[in-house]
């Protein structure tokens, strides 16, 4: 009866506000907002929404009616029909036009509709930790099946996860018998990631396995080892199929306006002003932030080994495209039009594991114990800041520590330069011909200007916490520093006592967990620029509670109580882990027990939690930051020395890759650079963005005809050798709604006679000749991880009637699919496609780290080092003025990284409030994305493009 009345009552609503909007006469905005209320109130008694027990029943950001109706009155109705998320569409979480007009009040419909955001968030997290976790280590087992009466979910160490006996550590952590770390493999991070987790030795370590975050058996869809998959695809995709430099050059290349002298992306030698290479501009994130992201990428993972691929080589593609439908040998002259390159071969990935996989079977069905190919992640998978300090030992080699002082990073001044910076590698150091000419680096691959500015950053950042820490010692040299030694542990270590070696370990500590801080709350929030993700990434890090906005707490409140309190299906640990952390934060999670004691390994380890799932990136988080269209073609320097106003010089990218990225640092130096980088937008993640001379890009190191690569082609290839499922069934895996046609692509939000739009359907006409079109068949099921609404399979027809003519959608290859994602939430540099993949594994990288949870103590960090972390930097907070977006916070942990190793930036950074928001921008009211300068910059040519 309640069902009834309140699908009845939905129905009504529905026919109010639709009628309100469509009388012709202007809406009434009082009643709209009465009806929303109604909603409100029906959605209360219907109650929340379970979380979802099968795949099937997942959540998929898409909520109920009377829902929509409370958070986002009629537009959240109007758009509930599409495949993308609510959320977007709800009160307040775009700019001020996403504010209703005529309401009582703005602040409550507003209040409704962030809460209502967070909460989808918060169930989409619950459901992805639940349904997303495959490793690959031969885990997967216990994790379906349980192990000794306990859950899958809530296992927290695993055999697979022992040292071996071939690691030099295998003795000391327990060797045979039970492992556990202790003594010096506890006190800080390890060269290989080894002893994070001190019940599990090997986990997160350097050349363990890529986990995945979809099912085993949707992985290799071109393997066709199954029947969904054959169905999905029906025998027309493989490694060179679509052509990967096809694609390249219909779907990613930059457009440039003739005569505008971009060269291919390569520009002017004489770095001209006069030339321009056209991109898509996003107007909230700059060229620091592209860079930060590539600096991340160095530190969690990478599929190569010292700057090389597996050896044996291959074939890219440039030799066929869909003709009518049919894959047709290109002529010379479509290879010449297309400007692709047949002749080019790159080194084949490497692979860990490819033997069939070991399977076990639950009730009827069979499962695989691992993907049919695994890779190794020859980096740490843990976000340790080991592009800067090593993770194995060669990489380690190249980090030089001052002979004077090993407690610091070796830097050297350079003629006419404030500040000194990385010495350059030399002819006896362990490092690729490529490499040459480059700063000495543990992560020295893909070198570019970006990578120099960050590596020398961090680098000065470490020095400088070790000579503030000196002071320190020198103050106050008897007093107790906090640092314990595990083998010593009643022994109280005074800051006098602090040794050189002890001190790198902690200023390493300190300046992995400052990076972890920069890239959660400023980097993020500024990917994803609007209030929902603002408050939730502070939740990730701060807490909802410390926010210290008693709407958070109370939202808290509601999530935890009313949500999940009165659920009888909350029984494994891991779906109210999440929701009860967003109170306290993740970070340092566990860390402040009463009575804590370094000996005992409960409180050391207790804060870390895997979700039943050993942690490593999965090959979907790689696929997702495959990010080359944020890369500018040309950089626009302007002279830190100078008026900031002026573009002095447009330097190609290229002149700014490996050993040209040290010349050019060196020659005008790190304000000039930061200057340069912080003024200038990025490129937007979408299609025909992607910069030209990536490519066309010369690689000496590759032994083939050409030596170039298009590196965009390559993205796809990679991903394709990696078995990564393609964009639908990717996002159904993820728990996103799949499309039905490329049509799907479209932003309904725009008026239908809008330029944007029609360039929009251009573009998905250029996706339908690429990826083409085939005569569907309804008998074929295509997935097992969704179903229609109405219950039934989801099959080859996607909706469409039998023996229709449908998109081949299903063979979109998922880079390609998130970069057509027109339809994006408000401020939101990313895709909602990479933002799934992003929630789960974001969050899973400081839940896994004992250092960013129960290890965030004075016994590992020093209580300075604590302080420093805490509050960006030495001695108190530092208060931004004004409250930017209605926040009152304190100043961001990267603007004061700057501020005290590239001091000459100081009055550039003045009004900046986030450091990748493009400097010399007005950021306007509640999270406009307008492109204004601030009257200051009011010159600046910038502002005219
Ligand atoms: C000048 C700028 C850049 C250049 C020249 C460059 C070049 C390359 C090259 C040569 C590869 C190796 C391809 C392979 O053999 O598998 C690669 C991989 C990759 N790049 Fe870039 N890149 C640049 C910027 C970026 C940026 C800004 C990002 C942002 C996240 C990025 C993310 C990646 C990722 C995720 C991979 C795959 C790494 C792996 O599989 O381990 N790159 N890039």
């Known amino acids: 009866m309640k069902r009834f009345v309140l699908a009845l009552s939905g129905i009504l609503l529905l026919s109010s506000v639709c009628s309100i909007g469509q009388s012709g006469s202007t809406p009434n905005p009082k009643k709209q907002e009465m009806i929303e209320l109604q909603a409100c109130a029906g959605a209360a008694l219907q109650g929340f929404r379970p979380i979802a027990e099968t795949r099937a029943q997942r959540f998929n950001g898409k909520v109920a009616l009377l829902t929509a109706l409370c958070r986002g009155g009629q537009k959240a109705v109007q758009y509930r029909f599409t495949p993308?998320?609510?959320?977007?569409?709800?009160?307040g979480t775009?700019?001020?036009?996403?504010?209703?007009?005529?309401?009582?009040?703005?602040?409550?419909p507003q209040l409704r509709g962030i809460n209502g955001a967070l909460f989808d968030l918060e169930y989409q997290r619950i459901e992805l930790i639940k349904f997303n976790l495959f490793d690959n280590n031969g885990t997967y087992q216990d994790y379906v099946q349980g192990r000794d009466g306990v859950v899958g979910a809530?296992?927290?160490?695993?055999?697979?996860?022992?040292?071996?006996?071939?690691?030099?550590?295998?003795?000391?952590?327990?060797?045979n018998g039970e492992q556990l770390c202790k003594g010096g493999l506890i006190r800080a991070r390890t060269l290989t990631g080894i002893c994070n987790d001190i019940r599990n030795p090997l986990m997160g370590s350097t050349g363990t396995p890529f986990a995945r975050n979809v099912e085993f058996e949707t992985t290799f869809p071109d393997l066709e080892q199954n029947q969904l998959t054959k169905n999905r695809h029906g025998g027309r995709i493989n490694l060179m199929t679509p052509d990967p430099q096809v694609i390249s050059r219909k779907l990613f290349t930059r457009a440039q306006t003739a005569g505008n002298g971009c060269n291919n992306g390569f520009g002017s030698p004489l770095f001209s002003t006069d030339v321009n290479c056209d991109y898509q501009k996003a107007p909230f994130f700059n060229v620091l932030a592209a860079y930060w992201i590539q600096f991340m990428t160095h530190d969690w993972f990478s599929h190569m080994e010292e700057g090389h691929n597996a050896g044996e080589m291959m074939a890219v593609g440039c030799t066929t495209q869909k003709v009518n439908g049919v894959e047709t040998q290109l002529t010379p002259e479509e290879v010449q039009k297309l400007g692709c390159r047949p002749a080019d071969q790159v080194d084949k990935t490497y692979v860990l594991q490819d033997s069939a996989p070991p399977t076990f079977t639950v009730g009827d069905r069979a499962f695989m114990m691992r993907a049919p190919k695994t890779f190794s992640n020859n980096n740490t998978a843990w976000w340790d800041a080991s592009q800067l300090y090593g993770y194995d030992d060669s990489s380690v080699k190249r980090v030089k520590r001052d002979p004077n002082d090993p407690a610091k990073m070796l830097l050297e001044p350079v003629a006419g330069k404030q500040g000194e910076y990385l010495p350059v590698l030399g002819p006896d150091d362990l490092a690729a011909p490529q490499w040459m000419g480059q700063e000495s680096a543990a992560f020295p691959d893909n070198w570019t200007i970006g990578m120099s500015f960050y590596h020398n950053l961090f680098a000065r950042e470490h020095n400088k916490f070790v000579d503030e820490f000196r002071k320190q010692a020198a103050k106050t040299p008897n007093a107790d520093s906090g640092l314990r030694n595990p083998s010593d542990p009643t022994r109280v270590i005074r800051y006098k006592e602090v040794s050189a070696e002890e001190l790198f370990a902690v200023a390493r500590l300190v300046v992995a967990a400052e990076i972890a801080k920069i890239h959660t709350i400023e980097w993020t929030p500024q990917l994803l620029y609007d209030e929902p993700l603002y408050?939730?990434?502070?939740?990730?890090?701060?807490?909802?509670?410390?926010?210290?906005?008693?709407?958070?707490?109370?939202?808290?409140?509601?999530?935890?109580?009313?949500?999940?309190?009165?659920?009888?299906?909350?029984?494994?640990?891991?779906?109210?882990?999440?929701?009860?952390?967003?109170?306290?934060?993740?970070?340092?999670?566990?860390?402040?027990?009463?009575?804590?004691?370094i000996t005992n390994p409960d409180n050391v380890n207790g804060g870390v939690n895997h979700f039943g799932s050993p942690f490593n990136f999965p090959e979907e988080f790689v696929t997702v930051y495959r990010l080359h269209p944020l890369v500018p073609d040309l950089i626009e320097v302007r002279d830190a020395g100078k008026d900031p106003n002026q573009i002095v010089e447009k330097v190609a990218v290229i002149e700014t890759f490996e050993g040209k990225a040290t010349e050019a640092m060196r020659s005008r130096g790190m304000a000039t650079?930061?200057?340069?980088?912080?003024?200038?937008?990025?490129?937007?993640?979408?299609?025909?963005?992607?910069?030209?001379?990536?490519?066309?890009?010369?690689?000496?190191?590759?032994?083939?005809?050409?030596?170039?690569?298009?590196?965009?082609a390559l993205d796809l290839i990679r991903d394709r050798e990696h078995g990564v499922p393609r964009f639908n069934e990717f996002r159904r895996q993820y728990g996103l709604r799949s499309l039905r046609s490329y049509d799907d692509f479209v932003d309904q939000h725009l008026p239908p006679d809008s330029q944007q739009r029609k360039d929009q359907e251009e573009t998905v006409k250029q996706l339908r000749e690429v990826y083409g079109t085939h005569v569907c068949d309804a008998s074929k099921v295509i997935t097992d991880a969704q179903v229609n609404d109405d219950g039934t399979p989801i099959n080859d027809c996607l909706g469409h009637p039998n023996g229709s003519v449908v998109d081949n959608i299903e063979d979109v290859d998922t880079v390609?699919?998130?970069?057509?994602?027109?339809?994006?939430?408000?401020?939101?540099?990313?895709?909602?496609?990479?933002?799934?993949?992003?929630?789960?594994?974001?969050?899973?990288?400081?839940?896994?780290?004992?250092?960013?949870?129960?290890?965030?103590?004075?016994?590992?960090?020093?209580?300075?080092?604590?302080?420093w972390v805490n509050r960006n930097g030495p001695g108190p907070i530092h208060m931004e003025a004004g409250t930017p977006n209605g926040h009152k916070q304190p100043i961001s942990p990267l603007k004061r990284v700057l501020l005290r190793n590239v001091p000459e930036l100081t009055p550039q950074l003045q009004n900046v409030v986030n450091v990748f928001d493009p400097w010399a921008r007005d950021r306007g009211q509640y999270y406009s994305l307008e492109w204004k300068p601030r009257a200051e910059a009011a010159s600046d040519p910038g502002f005219q493009q």
């Open 816 to 867: 390609v699919g998130w970069l057509a994602e027109y339809t994006r939430p408000h401020g939101f540099a990313i895709s909602e496609t990479q933002f799934v993949v992003f929630i789960l594994n974001a969050s899973r990288r400081l839940f896994s780290d004992r250092f960013f949870t129960s290890s965030f103590r004075p016994e590992f960090y020093t209580q300075f080092g604590v302080d």
């Open 154 to 175: 809530a296992i927290k160490t695993w055999p697979q996860m022992r040292l071996p006996p071939s690691n030099p550590y295998y003795e000391a952590v327990g060797g």
């Open 94 to 108: 775009g700019d001020l036009s996403s504010l209703p007009k005529g309401y009582f009040s703005t602040s409550i």
């Open 673 to 712: 650079w930061g200057l340069s980088m912080g003024r200038q937008r990025l490129g937007l993640l979408t299609l025909h963005n992607h910069p030209q001379f990536l490519q066309n890009i010369k690689l000496p190191r590759l032994d083939t005809p050409t030596q170039q690569l298009d590196i965009p």
């Open 84 to 91: 993308w998320v609510d959320f977007t569409n709800y009160w």
């Open 535 to 597: 408050k939730g990434m502070n939740a990730n890090w701060n807490g909802l509670l410390g926010t210290g906005d008693p709407d958070d707490s109370k939202i808290l409140a509601d999530i935890v109580v009313k949500g999940f309190g009165k659920s009888k299906n909350a029984t494994k640990e891991s779906q109210w882990y999440s929701v009860f952390a967003s109170g306290p934060g993740i970070f340092g999670l566990g860390s402040k027990v009463s009575h804590y004691s």
